[in-house]
Structures are given as structure tokens and as C-alpha cells.
């Protein structure tokens, strides 16, 4: 399996973490607004040193578990505006999961949905995924709104499913296979 980085859209580039972006994954990933629905909790520099290594690793993506993160940079000013990250659920079944993390001011302008179409078509095009699926607080209505945006549609409620932060969360799953991908992007 190969893919090919970085990905310029209209807007955006969607490129490899380097090591100069450990300023921005910090104040990404120690932001209560921005980790209050992720699985996990703000985190320390030593953590987010951690974090920004895996990210820097070369992930070939053919081995059950892996995930490619790639940060998302607005292209007319160089700002890092969040990521994209695209795990392997399944190499033989060929399943994958997306999910994405922005900064607050990021919100509101498509930056999102602009990345993970890019993503989508990646697992879809590039790596040859059946099935691509989202999950999520079904708190987060940011976060639904998208998915419904991007063509994804709700396939599972997970009542109280997940104890985190302190209390029994609700559960999300979205997903989209390759032939309503492949519908959506001929434009039928």
C-alpha cells in the first residue's frame, strides 16, 4: 500500500509533522476546549513531545493498528490549523477510521471538512479501503454536523458505552464504503 504526501487543496496543504511543529500540537493538545471530547485529557509537554514523535515516524499503513497524522496548514499563511489522522483498522478487511482535531478559531470555515474529504479519498483512492468509518461523543455536534456533511452516514447510538473523563459517554459511529465514495465523488 502507498499514498503520497503532502496534498495541496484550493486552500489548505496536508503535509507530515516535522519537528518545528511541536509549538502547535502543544497548544492543540493542551486546550480543554479542544480535548474535551477526544479520549484523552490534556496533556503535558512531555506528553505532547511524545505525541509529535509518533507523528514524525514514517507509517507505511499496511499493518493492522497504524495511523498516518498529518497536520493541516492554511497555505496563504503557513498556520497550523489542526490534523487529520487516518488509522488501519484492518488490513484485511481493508477498513479504516478517520477523525480530526482543530483549533477553536480554526471552526466555522470549512478547514475541516476540506482536510478529510482529502483524507477519505486517500484511504478510498490511494490505499484501497472498503469501508471507512468515524467515531464519536454524540456530544459533539460540530463533529455530527461534519460527518453528515462529508456523506457519512450514522450506522450505530452507543448508549453510556465509554466511561471517560469522569462519566458514561454516549458513543457515535459513522461510516461510508468505497462505492458510496465512489458515487459521491462522480457526483451521481
Known sequence: MSYSLPIETDRL?????????????????????????????????????EALTG???????DSDGQALTVAVILRDTGRHLGEVVLFMNNVEQRTGEIGYVFHPESHGHGYAAEASVELLRLGFEELGLHRIIARLDARNDGSVKLLKRLGLRQEAH????????????????????FDEWALRSSGS
Open 55 to 61: 507523528r514524525l515516524a514514517d507509517v507505511p499503513m
Open 158 to 177: 452507543f448508549v453510556k458505552n465509554e466511561y471517560l473523563k469522569g462519566e458514561w459517554t454516549d458513543e457515535l459511529v459513522f461510516a461510508m464504503l
Open 13 to 49: 496543504t496536508l503535509r507530515r509533522y516535522v519537528e518545528n511543529d511541536y509549538d502547535d500540537l502543544l497548544k492543540l493538545q493542551s486546550n480543554p476546549d479542544v480535548t474535551r471530547f477526544l479520549l484523552y485529557d490534556v496533556r503535558t509537554p512531555e506528553q505532547v513531545k
